[in-house]
């Protein structure tokens, strides 16, 4: 009897085996497993058999093969699997091998936003797969629908009509950060077809393996809409450069923290400031298109500085590029607010390491001359026309903590051509013969993805007129498609661009309206809040109240609150009335469905003093329900502990209400927009 131990990473089962294989007279296989948060989980395996039909080497290389492509988390007692007859010809081809298949974790938040965009269309789809490998994991967080296919007009089918590599890919590149790649596809159907290895090669086939942002293997992922409870779905990996391909099982993790610790991100803003002639024979885009070719042509020779690290990074500085990410975070400087710069105590701070290090680009103003003979000047008088264009270049870059930070020149100077390339293709699309537009870049922090995602809108016209965002409802609504969003929510409108830290308005030491320095969670307006004068006059003018309440001090209740929200905003709300105070504690899951579906402020008036109620704490086995209140009638200084602590803003049971007086409820409803 013998008895062999080896490891195979990537597994995540917990779960005892057993495993009849009676071909080579194993009495019992038994699997322990010891489970850590490392990248790979290690399983031991121990094997005891019987000597008698093989030699150990030969079992040990077609056990492994076998567990390879059979053993899958099963419970106990999985049924007989036949014997796969593929060799392996050293223990190093079959760790590689394990690496290779174990080696991939999709978000399940991208599942979750897969399976909740199905319940809204029926077609089958192909989605790109975004991540990034790091320490030979490689994590997939992102899922971008494919919306050029080969065949325009034939239905979507797994092989027949694939996606165009190369149209995807250019829009990709302006979508997300510099860095992530492009880890492999996703077909999302509710009833997948039998998948062989050659259409996967098929699949693959447009994939460029020269480009960087082409991870240089890939998955194909089947989703299968119907079980949509299973701990693991099917994959296939193909190596573009050997292409192997083979059959594998991916499991599903929370990894959206993980991944943001583990990478850092970057954003390079640069105005570029290109002249160009304008008249009838030249063409304004194309003039345009190749000032910035010219410039982009220099960029080999830019630097790029980071301020905050006091670093270089470019091809004449040398001495800087083996660091790593994690060590130029260590070397930041902060100003913690007393006059006095100080450097990071070999820790990263986590809100550091959630927002941005912003970075410089550094031109020479002297040029290399190549030329071997004296400057030759013609000079041609005429009348000229030139048009300026300002471009503002934001250039996001996202990037694992253990990489050198000698990739990054190459990133930026990527990202900034993909990004002048997207602000071009802007400007011809929205651009009429009487005006042109001017693009702008807007970053958005969209829900549950650890990165950024970066839209180019046309901004303003040639007359400075600010563009109308309404004329631009149906790109966005097609963007919110394509990055399986929620179509009914404004999440890419201009009003939700995320604001970076530097970019937050500066604060006293005073407590002074914190709330400015936050993301606007709605961006349904950018309407300015009314004085009180403004309310009374719109509730004349509506006829609500008598000329005489113009200038006034009276009260104004829900009803009121209701009908200035509609004259202003367009926003409509539905009333709630009840009788006393004591009908409150009946009403905790109408107020739940509230906040779950519009999640909205409740303005609460009546017969008594109004308040807010910002939510509700409801227990569904006891009944009991407690209301998170906010008193408008606070007149002190701004004092969040006082605030707090004397209950202005605080959770309140039932009993904090009248339990005589009538209430009337103003519930907003959220409006439907994009």
Request: proline letters at 4%; charged letters at 25%; aromatic letters at 10%.
């Amino acid at each position: 009897m013998y008895q062999c131990m080896f490891s195979i990473y990537g597994c995540s089962s917990t779960d005892f085996y057993i495993l009849h294989f009676s071909m080579y007279r194993i009495q019992y296989c038994q699997y322990t497993a010891t489970i850590s948060r490392l990248a790979f989980p290690e399983i031991t395996y121990k094997l005891f058999f019987a000597n008698e039909t093989k030699k150990y080497s030969s079992f040990v290389n077609c056990f492994c093969d076998f567990c390879l492509k059979m053993i899958t988390p099963l419970r106990m007692h999985p049924s007989p699997s036949p014997l796969f007859t593929r060799q392996k010809s050293n223990m190093a081809d079959l760790k590689a091998d394990v690496e290779q298949k174990a080696s991939y974790k999709i978000d399940c938040n991208v599942r979750k936003r897969i399976y909740a965009d199905a319940t809204q269309s029926t077609e089958d789809y192909y989605g790109i797969l975004i991540g990034d490998t790091t320490e030979g994991l490689c994590d997939i967080v992102g899922c971008i629908r494919c919306t050029y296919y080969e065949n325009t007009t034939e239905k979507r089918r797994i092989v027949s009509n694939k996606p165009d590599w190369v149209k995807e890919v250019s829009e990709i590149c302006t979508l997300i950060p510099a860095g992530l790649k492009i880890c492999g596809l996703c077909f999302v159907s509710k009833n997948i077809p039998v998948v062989e290895s050659s259409s996967v090669e098929e699949i693959f086939s447009g994939a460029d393996v020269e480009n960087d942002l082409i991870n240089s293997t890939q998955i194909l992922w089947l989703v299968d809409l119907t079980s949509k409870d299973k701990e693991q779905e099917t994959i296939f990996i193909q190596n573009l450069s050997t292409k192997l391909i083979q059959e594998s099982r991916v499991f599903f993790d929370d990894i959206y923290d993980d991944f943001i610790s583990k990478h850092v991100t970057l954003r390079l803003r640069h105005k570029l400031e290109l002249t160009v002639e304008e008249s009838r024979d030249a063409d304004l885009s194309m003039s345009l298109s190749k000032k910035t070719t010219q410039f982009c042509n220099t960029l080999h020779d830019a630097t790029f500085y980071l301020p905050e690290c006091r670093l270089l990074i470019g091809d004449g500085v040398k001495n800087n590029s083996d660091k790593t990410c994690q060590e130029i975070l260590d070397d930041v400087i902060v100003d913690e607010g007393f006059g006095q710069e100080k450097h990071k105590s070999n820790r990263r701070s986590k809100s550091k390491a959630k927002d941005v290090l912003n970075v410089q680009l550094v031109q020479p103003l002297s040029k290399n001359s190549t030329h071997n003979h004296a400057p030759v000047m013609l000079c041609q008088k005429q009348e000229s026309d030139y048009v300026k264009f300002l471009m503002a270049v934001d250039v996001v870059v996202m990037l694992a903590m253990n990489c050198t930070i000698s990739r990054l020149k190459s990133l930026f100077v990527r990202g900034i051509k993909d990004q002048l390339q997207g602000i071009l293709s802007c400007f011809d699309t929205y651009s009429k013969d009487s005006s042109f537009c001017i693009p702008k870049v807007f970053h958005f922090k969209t829900p549950k993805t650890p990165y950024l995602t970066t839209c180019i809108y046309p901004w303003k016209q040639s007359d400075d007129e600010i563009f109308d965002e309404n004329n631009f409802e149906n790109e966005r609504s097609c963007l919110l498609k394509k990055l399986i969003l929620p179509a009914q929510r404004p999440t890419l409108h201009p009003n939700n661009v995320y604001i970076f830290q530097n970019d937050r308005p500066k604060v006293s030491s005073y407590l002074v309206n914190p709330h400015e320095g936050l993301t606007n969670p709605g961006g349904y307006t950018d309407k300015t809040i009314p004085d009180h004068r403004s309310i009374q006059e719109a509730l004349v003018a509506l006829g609500d109240k008598q000329t005489s309440f113009i200038g006034s001090k009276k009260w104004i209740g829900s009803f009121e609150v209701n009908l200035c929200l509609d004259y202003f905003l367009d926003v409509s709300s539905k009333i709630m009335a009840v009788n006393s105070g004591a009908e409150l504690q009946n009403r905790g899951r109408e107020l739940i469905r509230h906040f779950e579906t519009q999640g909205t402020p409740v303005m609460i008036g009546g017969g008594v003093l109004a308040h807010t109620i910002l939510g509700v704490s409801f227990n569904d086995r006891t009944g009991e329900i407690k209301f998170l209140i906010l008193d408008p009638h606070y007149t002190g200084g701004e004092d969040i502990k006082i605030i707090l602590d004397k209950g202005w803003c605080a959770w309140k049971n039932h009993m904090f209400w009248n339990q005589q007086a009538h209430y009337n409820l103003c519930m907003p409803q959220r409006p439907v927009k994009v």
